[in-house]
């Protein structure tokens, strides 16, 4: 790091037992299949690799509706506590995943994309304006929408998602946030 990008603050506490945390993986393409689909892949194995649980994971069209339904369908499950996408973030005409999901936010977790932006930058510089990397929770589910590169869901993950979804990450996280997400 440097002055600019100062190391992040924060640790994980290991003496602390880890709370896994039930994670669906959305890959969001018009050209990827099962196979092809290397940013679902490597995404599915650091959730794994984390100690969380895979809930589901999923392919779908770059199509508002299909992105959509299946994000609603894991919300309405009770069965998964974070979804993250890969995919449909850029610019392009077909990109949707912003429009399809961001309407659905509850609440908007705005510093996520201005702390993906950071770490991206530090990977491919300027290119990371290409992004519209968003969060948000949907019905007490933490939805992150990262773009479709594996580079990207490596950064997403690796230097965002992972330890704000670990129980023993301090001074706080968003694990101990998930019993009151629908307070009223």
Request: charged letters at 20%.
């Amino acid at each position: 790091m440097n002055a600019l990008f100062p190391a992040p603050g924060g640790r994980i506490d290991e003496n602390l037992p880890l709370k896994p945390v039930r994670v669906a993986v959305l890959t969001v393409s018009d050209t990827r299949d099962e196979e092809s689909d290397t940013s679902g892949h490597i995404l599915a194995g650091r959730v794994a690799d984390a100690g969380h649980a895979l809930a589901d994971r999923a392919l779908v069209a770059d199509d508002r509706s299909a992105i959509r339904a299946r994000v609603m369908a894991w919300v309405a499950s009770g069965e998964v506590d974070a979804i993250v996408t890969t995919g449909g973030t850029g610019l392009t005409g077909r990109d949707v995943t912003p429009e399809a999901l961001e309407p659905l936010f509850d609440k908007k977790i705005d510093g996520f994309s201005v702390i993906f932006h950071l770490v991206s930058y530090q990977t491919v510089g300027l290119s990371t304006l290409q992004s519209r990397a968003t969060a948000g929770l949907i019905g007490g589910v933490f939805v992150f929408c990262l773009p479709g590169s594996n580079g990207a869901v490596k950064d997403g993950w690796d230097k965002v998602i992972a330890a704000q979804l670990d129980s023993r990450h301090k001074p706080c996280n968003m694990v101990e946030l998930m019993p009151r997400l629908n307070e009223v």
